[in-house]
């Protein structure tokens, strides 16, 4: 004979069902909600400021593994990246990636872009991948904002 009182079990799942019936509500809540913005094509994303200026720029690797940076309207070489330089690499293959990916290969410019409100960001035109890089900090940022000028005798403005 079993010891076990099925009332006694019974009773028990009562107790737990009600909690997790409004768990389920309020995740069906969500989903709903979640759904019905996206469907009505409401964005989250704050609209991004005016381009103040922008620089069309070339990334290759050089055979020795540094990095040379063209500008890409004289075709001059403004920069030269040796070393590590994780975040610069990191980010240069994470949007060659996206060309490998739909077979384009590495001769389009990258377009930087200083927007007014001191964002920078990183585009690419092929493929519209583009990386906002102030998100990574200021360190991060900082490698990409002095391309703004490099190579010039002066100052843009």
């Known amino acids: 004979m079993s010891t076990l009182h099925n009332d006694h079990w019974s009773q028990h799942n009562h107790g737990l069902s009600r909690p997790m019936a409004w768990i389920g509500v309020v995740l069906l809540a969500v989903l709903v909600a979640v759904g019905l913005a996206r469907w009505s094509g409401l964005d989250p994303r704050t609209p991004d400021a005016a381009v103040q200026w922008q620089r069309a720029l070339q990334f290759s690797d050089l055979p020795n593994g540094d990095i040379a940076v063209l500008d890409a309207d004289t075709q001059k070489r403004v920069a030269r990246f040796s070393g590590e330089q994780g975040f610069l690499r990191s980010t240069l293959r ?9 077979k384009i290969g590495p ?3 990258l377009l930087l872009m ?3 409100d001191g964002r920078l960001t990183l585009l690419d035109p092929t493929t ?8 990574f900090g200021p360190s991060n940022a900082a490698v990409f904002a002095g391309l703004r000028l490099a190579g010039h005798d002066t100052p843009i403005r």
């Not at 994470?94 to 739909?102: D, G, K, Q, T, Y």
């Open 94 to 102: 994470a949007l060659a990636r996206e060309r490998h990916r739909e």
């Open 107 to 109: 001769e389009a410019p």
């Open 114 to 116: 200083g927007r007014t």
């Open 128 to 135: 519209q991948q583009r990386i906002d890089l102030e998100s």
